[in-house]
């Protein structure tokens, strides 16, 4: 008996020092908020520069699209813990926090179809990139489709 109770307290302190994770990284859910929208207008303001080159708005320059891609691959891990539990609000629709399974799922397509742009943007190949580059984009559409407020 003495044991139970000892391993439910145990249970309870890691569950609650887990939980409080995501939200210990901000000092209030305002700054995960700001976090979460800066990561995802950083990543957008990139992939939009592999677009006009995707659309032939501006010459392909294979340069210019690895350092995009690279900085897409790099914050497409980021804005996640900008929506811990408590941060409700901002442009996210309360799907974020009730089919939270979804919502991963989409966090890591992303992550994976934007390591696939990035891996096409090293090759140079600019139908590949094109390829890579609505996979990414066709994700970045569902899920605002299912999780962002219109
Ligand atoms: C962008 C951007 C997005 C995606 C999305 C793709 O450039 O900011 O959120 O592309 O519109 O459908």
């Not at 390829?131 to 984009?137: D, R, V």
Request: aromatic share 8%; charged share 20%.
């Amino acid at each position: 008996m003495k044991f139970n109770h000892y391993s439910l307290l145990i249970v309870a302190v890691a569950t609650s020092v887990i939980s409080g994770t995501a939200l210990a990284q901000f000092a209030k859910p305002e700054a995960a908020i700001k976090y979460r929208q800066s990561a995802l207008t950083v990543m957008g303001t990139h992939f939009a520069r592999i677009g006009a080159v995707v659309k032939g708005e501006v010459p392909f320059n294979k340069d210019d699209v690895i350092k995009n891609a690279a900085i897409i691959n790099t914050m497409a891990s980021l804005p996640w813990q900008g929506f811990g539990a408590g941060t409700e609000g901002g442009s996210a629709l309360p799907s974020v926090w009730a089919e939270g399974d979804k919502f991963k799922s989409h966090q890591d397509k992303l992550i994976s179809t934007a390591a696939g742009l990035n891996s096409a943007a090293q090759s140079g190949d600019l139908d590949a990139i094109k390829k890579a580059f609505a996979a990414t984009g066709a994700n970045c559409k569902g899920c605002h489709d299912d999780f962002k407020k219109k």
